[in-house]
């Protein structure tokens, strides 16, 4: 059997092994314009890229298979992922792509692909390029291959479209704010974009030289950002991750605001005004059970989804719902984004902070996470271990343990042989009970032999 060029988010691996090697990821390209060209007229794709080392390669091999198949092909150089999807639907493309592997270290690369309406490929497309890799038969004619154009103002077209989420009538002067764009994406329109709105802007992360990427910095890293918070004596830390799709935001005082809290900001925010469509937040099995408890007392839903953010950005469509995201702080908004933009959830945080006049360790707190237990048991195979009736019968003798006031979650790990296993409430010394008997009876079922690991 074919090994699966996608994965859980796009293509992704080591720069230079498969499949991220230039044959491949040429294959990929072409398999990518059979299969999305759909009439005679002249098809175009859009390609974007973090600063990897790795783009450069990964950027002509793509250029290369599009254009061998009668694609045209415009280039935006270092972006970030959300601006490739907003340039998608402006310039009318039919395809757009972002080369990158987000908060990864720069060894690695990724192929994310957006469809013509700036939303991410579906499973049912990404099979069917699959399907269509190592034809290849309708090769161009020499007078029809495709031609290649570099936007030159791919950065200030997408630095126009952030400040129009930002409320008119509100500027950021006398503010100031670090912005960390961890060597990436965002390393020129992060700045750019909050001193255009009025900041004094400190700048960390942005003199990218193809290596740094994510190094001692960004989103994963924070430590850099709290440091230089603290330091200039700032009133806001914006930590962006590779590909500015992410964010953690730091407050005046050195404490991260990770996303559970930002996405209840906006969320309240958006509902105050009449905004927040279906009056309900969409979020992963992941987010903190007090978000979902204080969310309650001011009449929004929580609606979860399985981790990912494309599977939130699926329930949105479905639903109809405004606001959704991750933890992790990846957090789509429709009313602007198709995917996360970490850049206008900071501009939607600064908004709130503008409009209350109150500093950011004040507004940006908007309730108290429960504590939580994690442990995790390694498990193998974890195909068809939680359906097991013991496995079932404790977690939901657990989850009553705790008399609506906390969660039990039991969930497969999606990339290793492990069961995580979290329990939420009030009390800790309950959680530590209940997690331990839930991860004994998950290795009594799987393979007694095997180590648990917390």
């Known amino acids: 059997m074919r090994d699966k060029f996608f994965g859980t988010d796009g293509v992704r691996g080591c720069a230079n092994s498969w499949p991220m090697t230039p044959e491949a990821v040429l294959q990929l390209g072409r398999a990518a314009a ?10 175009t794709v859009l390609i974007g890229k973090d600063t ?41 493309a039919d395809l757009g792509v972002m080369i990158s592997a987000s908060h990864n270290p720069f060894h ?11 939303y991410k490929l579906l499973d049912e497309q ?34 126009e479209f952030a400040k129009r989420t930002f409320p008119r009538g509100l500027q950021l002067d006398g503010l100031r704010i670090v912005v960390d764009a961890a060597h990436g994406a965002a390393h020129r ?28 910095c960004g989103s994963t890293v924070p430590q850099a950002c709290i440091e230089a918070v603290v330091s200039h004596g700032a009133d806001l830390g914006i930590s962006l991750d590779g590909d500015a799709d992410r964010v953690h935001l730091i407050d005046e005082k050195g404490r991260i605001v990770d996303g559970d809290q930002l996405m209840c900001v906006i969320a309240e925010r958006a509902h105050a005004s009449g905004r927040l469509a279906r009056n309900t937040l969409v979020t992963t099995v992941m987010s903190n059970f007090g978000l979902e408890h204080h969310l309650a007392g001011q009449g929004i839903a929580l609606l979860r989804t399985k981790v990912g953010d494309r599977y939130v950005v699926e329930a949105m469509r479905q639903t109809g719902c405004s606001v959704g995201g991750e933890q992790s702080g990846h957090i789509i908004l429709s009313d602007f984004s198709t995917t996360g933009d970490g850049l206008i959830v900071a501009l939607q945080a600064l908004a709130a902070i503008r409009e209350a ?31 097991r009736p013991a496995v079932t019968a404790v977690i939901e003798r657990m989850t009553g343990r705790l008399s609506g006031m906390g969660r039990v979650l039991v ?25 331990e008997e839930i991860v004994h009876v998950l290795s009594a079922e799987s393979c007694p032999e095997l180590s648990r690991t917390a």
């Open 34 to 43: 059979r299969h999305l060209t759909r009439s005679r007229h002249a098809h």
């Open 52 to 92: 990897r080392l790795s783009g450069y390669m990964v950027e002509s091999a793509l250029v290369a298979g599009f254009t061998s198949a009668g694609m045209n092909v415009l280039l935006t150089g270092p972006l970030p992922t959300p601006a490739i999807g907003m340039l998608t639907r402006s310039l009318r």
């Open 108 to 118: 690695y690369n990724g192929i994310k692909f957006f469809t013509a309406d700036g």
């Open 126 to 159: 990404e099979t069917a390029i699959e399907a269509a890799i190592g034809y290849c038969g309708d090769l161009a004619k020499p007078s029809q291959i495709g031609h290649v154009r570099r936007i030159e103002d791919a950065g200030e077209r997408y630095i």
């Open 189 to 216: 329109v992060g700045p750019d974009l909050i001193r255009e709105l009025g900041a004094e802007v400190i700048r960390i992360g942005t003199e990218p030289n193809g290596v740094n990427i994510n190094a001692g």
């Open 357 to 387: 006049d109150r500093p950011a360790s004040e507004v940006l707190s908007r309730f108290t996470p429960l504590p939580q237990i994690t442990r995790n048991v390694a498990a193998q195979p974890v195909a068809g271990l939680l359906d």
């Open 411 to 435: 969930r497969p790990s999606a990339t290793e042989p492990l069961v995580r296993v979290i329990a939420e409430g009030e009390d800790s010394d309950l959680l530590s009970e209940i997690a």
